[in-house]
């Protein structure tokens, strides 16, 4: 069955930084649109970041020049190195593995790990 298994979220400080791996079971992996999504305390789930196939990338404006998502195909996993970390970062991030093939939409969701910023 498929799997993708988050791990790298924590307790830091503002300014800090970290990284969030996604590893992926069970797909095609490098077949599918990679998605970083967060959700804070109360609110919705929002998509943070995007990585195609092909390597095109893309960030919700709240992130640019501090998030960067990457993959590493060989090794069916996502990353999002995380710095400069902000007090309005902190929320559960989501891995999602997305595809669209012959009319039949794909979509997968890790369980979450949690990211704290706080002093």
């Known amino acids: 069955q498929v799997q993708l298994v988050e791990s790298g979220g924590g307790l830091v400080q503002p300014g800090g930084s970290l990284r969030l791996s996604c590893a992926a079971s069970g797909i095609i992996f490098s077949r599918y649109i990679m998605n970083w999504y967060r959700q804070g305390s109360g609110k919705q789930r929002d998509l943070v970041a995007a990585?195609?196939?092909?390597?095109?990338?893309n960030y919700v404006d709240s992130v640019k020049s501090r998030f960067t998502i990457s993959r590493d195909n060989a090794k069916n996993t996502v990353y999002l190195q995380m710095n400069r970390l902000k007090p309005e970062d902190t929320a559960v991030y989501y891995c999602?593995?997305?595809?669209?093939?012959?009319?039949?939409?794909?979509?997968?969701w890790g369980q979450g790990t949690q990211v704290t910023v706080s002093s």
């Open positions: 990585i195609t196939s092909g390597g095109s990338v």
């Open positions: 999602n593995a997305a595809r669209v093939f012959r009319d039949t939409r794909y979509n997968y």
